[in-house]
């Protein structure tokens, strides 16, 4: 319906400013969205990552002209984290995605103090691929199918803390979406069938709108505002998945 594609535009573009400045909260924006407006779990799921194919693919060629794409970095994330798609678009079917989500929590919230507590002074940034990388990106790219949401957050805040450079991890990291969100999409459609089309286009036409713009803010904004900022979205992901929890149950 209309309403639902002018809605799902202005939240895909607001997600999309976040996602694209600070590397992650996309696809939990746009899930809460899809559930308030009645679309099934797996659906919506399935549907975040139908955009996410086209809006981080936006978003990550904006990245890549604007020089914040590692290439080492960007070959060690997505292959294993295609891997790690299949397997959760896979299962998704078959594990409640609530429980991934609170699997990930004490890690999101630990993660999150980390960044925003840690010392102040300045830290000695890089642009080398840390040997975690690739099972992090496997990881990653398994919860992210399974759980709706993931990859940014684990993704980005590890490698942050590993000292990589915080504009060239979110490049990278988008970039690499869009090839791990194609993945998944592939195998959503297997087991689910078309999307929400409504609200689907309308996350994609506001992502892809607000793509160039949330480059330019990455590239401007200094490494210390981006970690802090990072910090303080992951500790209301982590945050929100608690208080799910305790207010479903």
């Excluded at 002074?121 to 496997?138: A, N």
């Amino acid at each position: 319906m209309p309403t639902d594609f002018l809605a799902s535009a202005l939240v895909g573009a607001l997600a999309q400013l976040v996602d694209g400045a600070l590397g992650m909260a996309y696809g939990v924006t746009s899930a809460a969205l899809l559930l308030a407006l009645g679309v099934p779990p797996a659906l919506a799921s399935a549907s975040v990552h139908y955009a996410e194919t086209f809006t981080c693919g936006a978003s990550g060629f904006s990245h890549l002209l604007a020089g914040n794409v590692l290439k080492k970095l960007f070959w060690s994330l997505v292959i294993p984290g295609a891997v790690g798609a299949t397997l959760g678009a896979y299962v998704v079917t078959h594990l409640p995605a609530g429980a991934m989500k609170m699997v990930l929590t004490p890690y999101l919230i630990g993660m999150g103090l980390f960044l925003l507590l840690r010392p102040t002074r300045r830290q000695h940034l890089h642009d080398e691929t840390p040997r975690i990388t690739g099972p992090l990106g496997l990881v990653a790219g398994f919860a992210d199918a399974v759980a709706g949401g993931g990859w940014s957050a684990l993704n980005v805040t590890t490698l942050v803390a590993r000292g990589v450079r915080p504009r060239m991890v979110i490049g990278t990291v988008h970039l690499a979406k869009c090839l791990v969100s194609a993945v998944a999409s592939i195998t959503f459609f297997l087991q689910v069938g078309l999307p929400h089309s409504g609200s689907v286009l309308g996350l994609i036409a506001g992502g892809v709108v607000a793509a160039p713009f949330s480059a330019l803010l990455a590239r401007r904004m200094p490494p210390r505002v981006a970690t802090v900022l990072a910090a303080l979205a992951v500790l209301a992901i982590g945050l929100n998945n608690v208080a799910h929890l305790i207010f479903t149950h």
